[in-house]
């Protein structure tokens, strides 16, 4: 396709989050409040200051108990900034020092910013739910209104800067047709919220603060692009995509190719909630997140506080299967709780199952907790641990889970090593599931975080994928099931090569699965076979890709949009 000036000006482009596409008015969220160079006097600037605080933390927790899921236990996240200490005692030492309410907030912030961006990984990421707290209270100080989406009268794409996990609570999902933002990554919360809600979004797409309330935009997630002022044919198109797509979801048969051989099609989550709202398109769960239930929690959660939640998250889900993982704290999701001390480089650190090493009492709580909801419910989760690096830790682990009762039990495989060594690994395991996303991280020496790093961080990398088919091999070998629950899973392209190599359950968003379902019903097990050798066949991430998407099915290509050259 040739690109006109007229064309480039019409397109903007950025990273798509799922597959959908929906054409609609422009709504833009309201900007931040800017500082007035003389703020209004007021009588008591400390009691303004510390008033605004609470109001704004109240606020927050009231849409956190209106909403579900990952989105509630990130805004409870968000209000409890709004509270900090820290935070409110440099403001009001600023006010104390003769600097206006609005202007002493605005510097406390970025001070904190400033520290939380210092460390880098998971609290550089809070950064943008920082300054949404920042945004509401300079607001309620000025006497203007809340920032953030307006009330929708009609349904409309919402287009931001870049949107906070406040904003998001405020939308309605029956009036959100899609997102789309100028900053964020794909890894952030606006897309994490977005995929929950399995809305199309396009993130990163410099240019969008062009376009204005009530302009027609056509959003393209699959191709990552948006149209300003889209036709009438490419209107028509993408409606029909979009009612694809709704129709795909209305088949929850079980995960299978053409021929019949069956691949369980599993979600993952991270709270009550999420289990309770699972699709009967779901198979059962492939990643419960449990450290998502824990995130702002400063006092560990007790062993029958813990069985409560996993009690409700099995009976949820009856029969279907469930594969818990214990806390995957350190590094991008520190648990104040686990008392772990700042490090140099915390990727590499005490996190995942490194952490008995030093908290051991953790993952035995939580594992009597897991016995306890099973006894409780009559129904026995699977295990496993995060960044499991050698066989000891393996059998360790194993060890410790049998002993408290629990009977099946695995390794998630996202450190290299455990790769190498799957063979070993499976000794004393039941399973294991790669976990794509820090298998890439580590394998590619990629900070998943590092958006300018995605070339490196992609599960298309030769290494990764020979890391994959090793660890696939190893499992078959011993006749041990062996499912994938990275982002990778959620590609209906790459699903077909992980069939091929033999994985035997592949876990994903929820709002992912039926795209993926769709993808293995149109191909046999000897094309994935045959699209398997093809990718690692390639040299490098984009041969792999385009390798693996020239033999894919043109109705699939067609219904999901897959790109021409993969
Ligand atoms: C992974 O690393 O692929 C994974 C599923 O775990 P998380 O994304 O929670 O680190
Ligand atoms: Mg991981």
């Known amino acids: 396709m040739t ?22 008015p422009v709504v833009r969220v309201h900007p931040a409040p800017a500082l007035p160079p003389a703020e209004p006097a007021v009588a008591d600037p400390a009691a303004a200051v510390t008033a605004a605080l609470d109001a704004v933390a109240r606020d927050l927790d009231a849409l956190a108990e ?18 900090d200490e820290m935070l409110r005692t440099e403001a009001l030492r600023r006010v104390a020092g003769g600097t206006a309410p609005a202007r002493a907030v605005d510097e406390a912030v970025e001070e904190v910013c400033a520290t939380f ?69 794909p890894t952030g919360h606006t897309a994490i919220i977005a ?107 007790a062993v029958e506080e813990q069985a409560d939640v996993y009690a409700a998250v099995l009976a949820s889900l009856g029969d279907r299967k469930v594969v818990v993982r214990t806390l995957d704290a350190g590094a991008d999701k520190p648990l104040p709780f686990a008392g772990l001390p700042p490090e140099e ?15 051991p009492e953790l993952l035995d709580d939580q594992l009597r907790a897991l016995a306890l909801a099973a006894r409780r419910t009559g129904t026995e989760p699977w295990v496993m641990a995060p960044m499991v690096a050698t066989p000891a830790e393996a059998s360790a682990f194993a060890a410790r889970a049998r002993g408290a009762g629990l009977s099946t039990v695995g390794a998630m495989v996202e450190v290299p090593s455990a790769a190498w060594s ?27 975080l ?25 499992a078959r070998a011993a006749g041990r099931p062996v499912g994938i629950c990275g982002e990778s899973a959620a590609d209906p392209v790459m699903a077909l090569v992980l069939v091929g190599l033999g994985v035997t359950s592949l876990s994903m968003s929820a709002s992912s699965l039926p795209a993926v379902r769709f993808s293995l019903r149109q191909h046999s097990r000897a094309t994935c076979t045959e699209i398997a050798r093809a990718a690692l066949a390639s040299p490098d991430a984009h ?24």
């Open 3 to 24: 690109t006109t000036l007229r064309d480039a000006d019409r397109v903007l482009r950025g990273v798509g989050v799922g597959r959908g596409a929906a054409v609609g």
């Open 66 to 83: 209106s909403a579900d899921g990952t989105l509630r236990e990130v805004l409870r996240a968000t209000a409890a900034m709004a509270d």
């Open 117 to 185: 961006t210092a460390a880098g990984g998971y609290l550089a990421e809070r950064v943008t739910d920082l300054r949404s707290v920042r945004h509401r209270v300079v607001a309620r100080l000025l006497g203007l209104p809340a920032p953030g989406v307006p009330l929708l009268t009609e349904p409309s794409v919402v287009v931001a800067e870049d949107l906070a996990p406040a904003d998001t609570a405020g939308l309605d999902p029956r009036l959100v047709l899609a997102i789309v933002t100028e900053q964020g990554g």
């Open 195 to 301: 995929g929950q809600l399995g809305l199309p979004c396009v993130v990163r797409a410099p240019g969008a603060s062009v376009l204005e309330d009530g302009d027609r935009v056509a959003v393209d997630a699959a191709a990552g692009v948006v149209h300003r002022d889209p036709g009438p044919a490419l209107r028509k198109q993408l409606a029909g995509r979009a009612a694809d797509l709704r129709s795909l979801a209305e088949d929850t048969a079980p995960g299978a190719t053409a021929d019949g051989h069956p691949v369980a099609l599993l979600a993952n989550i991270g709270t009550a909630e999420d289990a309770r709202a699972l699709p009967p398109g779901a198979e059962g769960v492939g990643l419960f997140r449990t450290e998502v239930l824990f995130l702002s929690r400063a006092v560990a959660p």
């Open 345 to 359: 480089n915390p990727a590499l650190g005490v996190r995942g199952y490194r952490l008995a090493r030093r908290r």
């Open 422 to 448: 799957a063979s070993a690994l499976l000794a004393d395991l039941d399973f294991v599931s790669i976990g794509t996303n820090d298998l890439a991280q580590y394998t590619m020496a990629a900070d998943r």
């Open 450 to 474: 590092q958006g300018d790093l995605t070339d490196l961080l992609d599960p298309w990398q030769p290494a990764v994928l020979g890391l994959v088919e090793r660890t696939v091999t190893a």
């Open 543 to 566: 041969g792999a890709r385009a390798a693996a998407s020239a033999r894919v099915a043109p109705e699939v290509r067609r219904t999901l949009a897959l790109p021409e050259q993969g």
